[in-house]
């Protein structure tokens, strides 16, 4: 008989016991009575039977791999997000299948139908929407899943995100501080039906009124994309439009880099003229023609947070810790990293030369 013809029942016929008791003695030894265990180990020996470890697995649900959904590999975001899951997987024996959405929500569904095809323990997901019918369905096809960079709504899931409305406060609270008042301060935003754009440009406004400043005189302008071409375009608008600016706050570091580009390109020095501040903390912030005061993200531990809530959920659900799972959300602080975009000082203290 061919090993692969041969399963739990065939050994546990041969010794006299249930298909349980194999099952035990080959997962869980120290619970099967030391006659017994021999008994099924001959059995195992005498028909040469080698247990099919990926079936069980399948069986039993509990594969060590982990689904990683994002829209977009190429951005320097989800790739540092990447690097901390990746990383804190391994950490717990765990593999991580990356699938990337290219912003297709038809893909995303696709991934998650295969995560769930291969019994995947569970799925990490930056998702395209917050769209809670569109969280349900993707639910619906995977049992475990954290979402990144998105807060779930209370009771639905567990989530892990960065606090965005206090991100934007931090810019725009340092821009207030430090441009002595001279001027207008400009939002330079994406689409705000992205909810990071919408959470940033809210923080913006609360920094005018917790300053005593009415938040209408926050001067918005929508680029077309999130790219630096597009914040070239902006910046060359602010020129034009805007010369008297004090401060641009860029709710992305590449809006900021092109926004820098289309200032000088308009005649206006940064921080000479304006003073600039980004979003994201990327490693180009720092490489720029003029380093790029930003609001960093905790990026790599977002992703590390990630895998420990979504082995937290797992852990729970196979019994093995004491405490039933309860869904959390959890909120990671952002700070500024002030360069020379933005200085420290208020260029009203700054001596003439």
Known sequence: MAKHDIGFAAVARLAGVSNATVSNTLNRPEIVAPATRERVLAAIAELDFVPNRAAATLRQGTNRLIGLV????????????????????????????????????????????????????????????????????????????????????????????????????????????????????????????????????AGARNAFVAAGIDSDELVEVTAREMTVDAGREAGRGIATRTPDAAGVFCTNDQLALGVIRGLNDGGLDVPGDVSVVGYGDLPLAADGRVPLTTVEQPKDELGRVAVEILLAELLAELGTD????????????????????????????????
């Open 70 to 201: 994002i829209p977009d590999i190429v951005n320097p975001f989800y790739s540092a997000i990447t690097r901390g899951v990746t990383e804190a997987a391994a950490e717990h024996g765990y593999t991580v299948a990356l699938c990337v959405s290219h912003d297709d929500p038809d893909l995303e569904l696709q991934h998650f139908e295969m995560l769930a095809e291969h019994r995947a323990a569970g799925a990490l997901v930056a998702p395209l929407t917050a769209d809670a019918s569109r969280l349900a369905q993707l639910r619906r096809v995977g049992s475990r899943l954290v979402l990144m960079d998105r807060t779930a709504p209370e009771g639905t899931g567990c989530s892990v995100a960065i606090d965005d409305v206090r991100g934007g406060e931090l810019a725009v609270a340092h821009l207030l501080a430090t441009t002595g008042g001279r001027g207008p301060i400009v939002l330079v935003n994406g689409d705000r039906a992205i909810p990071q754009c919408e959470d940033r440009r």
């Open 322 to 353: 004491r405490s039933s799972h309860t869904h959390v959300a959890r909120t990671l602080e952002p700070r500024i990293v002030v360069r020379e975009s933005a200085p420290a000082t208020s260029r009203d203290s700054i001596p003439a030369s």
